[in-house]
């Protein structure tokens, strides 16, 4: 037998199965296929009920006192470094990733602008009953809001920036300590923007600033903002969205369940169970979180309840989406490789 033969071959196989292997954990077909579907479901919805189908204006994002130009930066600056430090793969992963979620976000915007339309009927009278049955805990919420703005001067602005300060530091800690993770704390975030959207159409709500006003005085602005939008979206209907839905899409108003408390739910579960230090640090945020979606009146407490139950879901999802995919881990698979013995010398 020529052992000296068969090197090559034994090579050129296991270089065959890094490249698959590489291709299956870094290309994000799951995330595409995703984001693919719910567009295609966006557009049935759309097709169904003679719906306008809109794309974010320039300044769509202007009531909430940001702009497009810092997420676009930050964009820009990881893809640089991408490239000068030569992991293509990686920013293959990442460019396609960004249009997938970037597809999402979109549909789920949509059909979160049509929720009234497509559905009519509105909970809000049967959520906010659920609210009196446990008024000491909306009252608690409350008291936390003014305990964390007697002790931050600029509480305020916590509820968004705490949410952010979570996405961020999950993207930048689980993309650098490991890969599959970040993969899935980004498939299970996609996600829960896919069940929340179609949640929106079950029992939908608009939230019960309708009955009592909140205490977080920058909120209720964004509120006054978002509700005047709606009443002018049902007043004008189909016609209003096809003229200004694209300037009113990110402003469009729902309450059940809460997608703040289901998003940063994702990320405290993946940074508990993969970075503790991190997860640690989220736990106050998270707790902010929650009561604050109560204190400001843009949730009730069952949405909150939903929310959570949502992040179960997709959590449980994405585990079983990425079950196949970790056993293509580079990470598990990089054992050096090791040439038949050749034999001693005659």
Excluded at 121 to 139: A, C, E, I, K
Excluded at 340 to 345: D, L, S
Aim: glycine share 6%.
């Amino acid at each position: 037998m020529n052992f000296a033969s068969s090197i090559p071959l034994d090579e050129a196989t296991q270089t065959a199965s890094r490249r698959r292997a590489n291709l299956i954990f870094f290309v994000p077909f799951p995330e595409l296929a995703l984001a693919l579907s719910f567009l295609a479901l966006g557009a049935l919805i759309a097709a169904r009920f003679d719906l306008d189908f809109s794309l974010p204006a320039s300044q769509s994002l202007a009531f909430t006192g940001m702009s497009y130009g810092v997420p676009l930066t930050l964009i820009g600056l990881l893809g640089a470094y991408l490239v000068v430090t030569k992991q293509m793969m990686r920013l293959v992963y990442y460019a396609s990733a960004a249009l997938a979620y970037g597809i999402i976000l979109i549909t789920h915007f949509n059909i979160k602008m049509w929720m009234s339309l497509v559905n009519p009927r509105l909970w809000d009278g049967f959520y906010w009953q659920t609210d009196q049955m446990v008024r000491p805990l909306v009252d608690l919420a409350f008291a936390v809001h003014h305990l964390v703005d007697r002790i931050m001067p600029a509480g305020e602005h916590l509820y968004l920036f705490a949410f952010l300060a979570m996405f961020a530091g999950s993207i930048i800690v689980h993309s650098m300590q490991a890969f599959i993770v970040f993969r899935k704390v980004i498939f299970a975030a996609m996600l829960v923007h896919v069940l929340g959207a179609l949640s929106y159409l079950i029992m939908p709500a608009v939230g019960p600033f309708l009955y009592e006003q909140g205490v977080n005085a920058l909120e209720g602005a964004r509120q006054a903002h978002m509700f005047g939008g709606y009443r002018a979206l049902i007043a004008g209907g189909r016609p209003w969205i096809a003229d200004n839905g694209s300037q009113f899409m990110f402003a469009a108003v729902a309450a059940m369940p809460s997608l703040h408390v289901a998003s940063s739910a994702v990320f405290v579960h993946y940074a508990w169970n993969h970075a503790r230090w991190l997860g640690v640090a989220y736990l106050p945020l998270f707790a902010f979180i929650i009561f604050e979606a109560v204190a400001t009146r843009w949730h009730y407490w069952i949405d909150v309840v939903a929310g959570l139950a949502l992040t179960g879901l997709a959590i449980a999802i994405t585990t079983a989406v990425f079950r196949a995919i970790e056993a293509h881990d580079p990470a598990c698979l990089g054992a050096p490789i090791r040439s038949p013995a050749m034999p001693p010398a005659a």
